[in-house]
């Protein structure tokens, strides 16, 4: 059983930045979703369990970076730039796989994960 916990949400302007941290207990993949009132789970980025592997969607590229510490499994996801449209439940996630290529191809399904956190809220004013 892997237990996750976020923090960092809260209320900022549009074109300011959040960090958002996972504290896991164990070492796994970790992948960001995230989830507005009204609206599907959406996947946000993953990492492996080294953190040589990142993924992201297409409508944060370029904005948001994911990161771990694996000193304390700690994983981090920092999002530039923030819109409006970013306001959302923010979840953490971890999928128990081994093989880093059936994790790979599958990192932006909610099926992959098998463990999540409570979420954290992030609320963006215009």
């Known amino acids: 059983q892997v237990q996750l916990v976020e923090s960092g949400g809260g209320l900022v302007q549009t074109g300011d930045s959040l960090r958002l941290s996972c504290a896991a207990s164990e070492r796994t993949f970790i992948a960001w979703f995230r989830q507005a009132p009204g609206k599907e789970r959406e996947s946000v980025s993953a990492?492996?369990?080294?953190?040589?592997?990142?993924d992201y969607a297409d409508f944060v590229k370029g904005s948001a970076t994911i990161t771990r510490d694996n000193s304390d499994y700690t994983v981090f996801l920092q999002m530039n730039r923030l819109k409006p449209n970013d306001a959302a439940v923010y979840y953490c996630a971890a999928s128990s796989v081994d093989n880093i290529g059936d994790w790979a191809r599958n990192w932006a399904r909610t099926s992959a994960y098998d463990f999540w956190g409570q979420g954290t809220q992030v609320t963006v004013s215009s």
């Open positions: 990492i492996s369990r080294t953190g040589l592997s990142t």
